[in-house]
T-cell receptor
Framework: DAGVTQSPTHLIKTRGQHVTLRCSPI?????VSWYQQVLGQGPQFIFQ???????GRGNFPDRFSARQFPNYSSELNVNALLLGDSALYLC???????????????FGPGTRLLVL | QQQVKQSPQSLIVQKGGISIINCAYE??????FPWYQQFPGKGPALLIA?????SEKKEGRFTISFNKSAKQFSLHIMDSQPGDSATYFC?????????????FGTGTRLKVLA
């Protein structure tokens, strides 16, 4: 069974540009979460989507946006890139957003973004 | 701001030894506490997790100890092996009305010497 897939694996952009990152969840999973992981730090929650609706948002500026498609895949968009946006962007999929007492999310390998 | 504080930042252990990583939290609205293992170039993978109504959970060589009154929890890796060398993150699941998110610790880089 395929796990969570993300594309591209690596990306180099310059300041002010826009970037779109893509995530395909595990088959049957309906929820996707996005995280930013700066080198040497733990993942920081950006968004969670379930059934194409936003269910959670972290403390990120409006330059960050996301959406989920009818096939449950998802895109993360970042506008007006800053040097500080350089990070590993992780996607995690789960069957449902959360089930009390159970761990449901599985992470993809991430997209490494470098902003020059 | 909700935080999960993790220590130590790095840890070196001899093969066969016990690795201990600690986390502390402040927000009582956390209801689930997973530990993740991350190898270079990979996404985090769930290792073991615990609910706050349980004081200890063991799976193979990995044990979580949870102290609800102290708002602390720890990961113990028994008989540590070189293959355990990775970065470990504790996390806490926060429930707010209509939203769900995980708060991660800053990570512990474990190196197990052969």
């Amino acid at each position: 069974d395929a796990g969570v897939t993300q594309s591209p694996t690596h990306l180099i952009k310059t300041r002010g540009q826009h970037v779109t990152l893509r995530c395909s969840p595990i088959s049957g999973h309906k929820s996707v979460s996005w995280y930013q992981q700066v080198l040497g730090q733990g993942p920081q929650f950006i968004f969670q989507y379930y059934e194409k609706e936003e269910r959670g948002r972290g403390n990120f500026p409006d330059r960050f946006s996301a959406r989920q498609f009818p096939n449950y895949s998802s895109e993360l968009n970042v506008n007006a890139l800053l040097l500080g946006d350089s990070a590993l962007y992780l996607c995690a999929s789960s069957l449902v957003p959360y089930r009390a007492g159970e761990e449901t999310q599985y992470f993809g390998p991430g997209t490494r973004l470098l902003v020059l | 701001q909700q935080q999960v504080k993790q220590s130590p930042q790095s840890l070196i252990v001899q093969k066969g030894g016990i690795s201990i990583i600690n986390c502390a939290y402040e927000n009582t609205a956390f209801d689930y506490f997973p530990w993740y293992q991350q190898f270079p170039g990979k996404g985090p993978a769930l290792l073991i997790a615990i609910r706050p109504d349980v004081s200890e959970k063991k799976e193979g060589r990995f044990t979580i100890s949870f102290n609800k009154s102290a708002k602390q929890f720890s990961l113990h890796i028994m008989d540590s092996q070189p293959g355990d060398s990775a970065t470990y993150f504790c996390a806490a699941h926060q429930i707010s009305p209509g939203t769900y998110k995980y708060i991660f610790g800053t990570g512990t880089r474990l190196k197990v010497l052969a």
